[in-house]
């Protein structure tokens, strides 16, 4: 997004992180000057948010907890980094006039529908993970702050993002793991879970769309492919990607990844293509693609080390 953002010659972009799972080096190639600005901070710091967010004309709050396996050990976790976090971004931009808000949710607030496309109105929303919770929690909050407090607010519900600087996800697990034991490959569930990729170019393309085309107080679009690939097929696309051959696939069983899996996900995408947005990559397009860029990614990792 900070790549995307500065492509326009007049905007300026602050990055607030606290780099818990995003990495610093994904930014080294911006030089600081007056149009980019690194401040590292936690969303639970609101005295410092406060001061970070002034002055400028748009938040893009895409900050949450990754691991959704997680909030089953700490079911703190995603109130915390989810509800309080948004709430957080929510009172410093009320405090010093921020007007606008992009928030990255997710197909989490549906919750397990078996399958059943869900559009932008489905309901009753009832998640099945603290993630998806917290998720629904922060809508309320931005729903409510924006109604009361005129920030008008862009909620986007993605399928699984995927790219280059992924550091989590299906591809990135099996990725880590092959590259460690090239023989054998630990899938969680049976490798049936279907679900949408969406590749981030496609992610943010929609974004700018978006804000382009529409200006209600409150907007809230589902952002996938029309297409599905199953966890088996991805280990296949990251095992013929690596070059691997003889790789003994163990699935752990039962039909879901983690606790609060949702094993089966249809995003009804039909409000936000009727504005004319497409993706330019189906599910496999993306899969593949993400799967060369982390691959070529950790590579030039690799050959840095070795070049120090
Ligand atoms: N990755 C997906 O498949 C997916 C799907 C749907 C929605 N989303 C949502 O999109 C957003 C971005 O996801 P991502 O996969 O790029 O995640 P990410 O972990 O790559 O990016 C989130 C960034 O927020 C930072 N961060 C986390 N907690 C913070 C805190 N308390 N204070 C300051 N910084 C903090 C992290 O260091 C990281 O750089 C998240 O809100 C996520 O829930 C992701």
Do not use: C
Not at 27 to 51: N, T, V
Not at 107 to 132: A, C, I, N, R
Not at 227 to 232: G, K, M, S
């Amino acid at each position: 997004m900070t790549d995307r953002l500065l492509l326009g010659p007049s905007n300026s972009v602050t990055v607030f992180d606290n780099f818990s799972s995003g990495e610093t080096g994904f930014l080294h190639h911006i030089p600081r000057s007056e149009r980019f600005q690194l401040i590292m901070g936690d969303l639970l710091d609101s005295k410092l948010l406060q001061q970070s967010i002034g002055g400028h004309d748009i938040v893009f709050h895409f900050a949450s907890n990754p691991n959704i396996a997680r909030g089953a050990e700490d079911p703190t976790l995603d109130l915390q980094q989810s509800v309080v976090a948004t709430h957080n971004v929510l009172e410093a931009m009320r405090h010093t006039g921020v007007r606008k808000l992009v928030f990255l949710s997710g197909s989490g607030v549906y919750g397990d529908v078996g399958g059943k496309p869900t559009d932008e109105d489905f309901g009753p929303l009832l998640p099945v993970s603290m993630y998806g919770a917290g998720k629904l929690g922060a809508e309320a909050f931005i729903s409510a702050f924006a109604q009361m407090f005129e920030i008008r607010s862009y909620i986007f519900r993605p399928a699984n993002i995927v790219g280059a600087r992924q550091t989590h996800g299906v591809a990135f697990d099996f990725i880590k793991q092959l590259s460690a034991h090239p023989a054998h490959l630990e899938v969680l569930g049976d490798g049936r879970q279907s679900k949408s990729y969406l590749h981030v170019d496609d992610l943010l393309d929609a974004i700018f769309f978006v804000l382009a085309m529409v200006e209600e107080r409150v907007n809230v679009y589902n952002v996938a492919t029309q297409d599905a690939i199953e966890v088996a097929w991805i280990a296949r696309a990251v095992i013929e990607t690596m070059g691997l051959s003889d790789v003994q696939i163990n699935y752990a069983g039962g039909s879901k990844g983690w606790p609060g899996d949702v094993p089966v996900v249809r995003l009804n995408t039909d409000k936000i293509r009727r504005f004319g947005w497409t993706p330019k990559y189906d599910s496999s397009q993306a899969m593949k693609l993400a799967i060369t860029q982390m691959l070529d990614r950790l590579r030039q990792g690799t050959a840095q080390q070795e070049a120090r």
